[in-house]
């Protein structure tokens, strides 16, 4: 099965601060489609899961373009420009290339 | 606004089975890959089982394979997991999922609990 680790486990971001998420994936996840099945999904508290990107840098419809994924093969990484308040929860990555699909462990991100 | 809504969870003995539905509204329910996702009380989410758009290919992880089957029914836009000789590991919040290229669809989870 493909290992996603995800870094760090929590971090706290002042509003208007830039926040960064990394998940490295413990093989290549380029498909024989050549496309890269890397997710982004936020789970706000109480709530259920909702994807932000993938194709590891496809922004999903409604999501604000202060959140930008990039990497490629193993090395991924989520972006947000300036925290704001809505964006507190835990964030995963999911890789949807092999099978069976894996998450990230996830990072609980906190308003300073 | 699309919509997955999850039915049939509950409370149920070790070994015993229990049937999961979620019904799709709002979108094309046919086109879209469907998947369950299971959140174990203050864990995070593990994948559970996919089904393709019509139904003929299913994938599990090696936790549910041969206990589990997703199943789909298009006509009725409607998504099903059986869950037979169940453990108290499988004790968690289930959720359905779209996640395609023009959208993602989540259920509010149900609550599975195995305990005896």
């Known amino acids: 099965d493909v290992v996603m680790t995800q870094t760090p486990v929590s971090l706290s971001v002042a509003i208007g601060q830039p926040a960064s998420i990394s998940c490295k994936s413990s093989q290549s996840l380029v498909g024989t489609s050549g496309k890269t099945y890397l997710n982004w999904l936020l789970q706000r508290p109480g709530q259920s899961p909702k994807r932000l990107i993938y194709l590891v840098s496809k922004l999903d419809s409604g999501i604000p373009d202060r959140f930008s994924g990039s990497g490629s093969e193993t090395d991924f990484t989520l972006k947000i420009s300036r925290v704001e308040a809505d964006d507190l929860g835990v964030y995963y990555c999911l890789q949807g290339t092999h099978f069976p699909f894996t998450f990230g462990s996830g990072t609980k991100l906190e308003i300073k | 606004e699309g919509q997955l809504v999850e039915s049939g969870g509950g409370l149920v003995e070790p070994g015993r089975s229990l049937k999961l539905s979620c019904a799709a509204s709002?979108?094309?329910?046919?086109?879209?890959?469907m998947d369950w996702v299971r959140q174990a009380p203050k864990k995070g989410l593990e994948w559970v089982a996919s089904i393709s758009t019509g139904g003929g290919n299913t994938y599990y992880p090696d936790s549910v394979k041969g206990r589990f089957t997703i199943s789909r029914d298009n006509a009725k836009s409607t998504l099903y997991l059986q869950m037979n000789s169940l453990r108290s590991e499988d004790t968690a919040t289930y959720y359905c999922?779209?996640?395609?290229?023009?959208?993602?669809?989540w259920g509010q989870g149900v609550m599975v609990t195995v305990s005896s």
């Open positions: 999922a779209a996640l395609g290229s023009k959208g993602d669809y």
């Open positions: 709002g979108f094309t329910f046919s086109n879209y890959v």
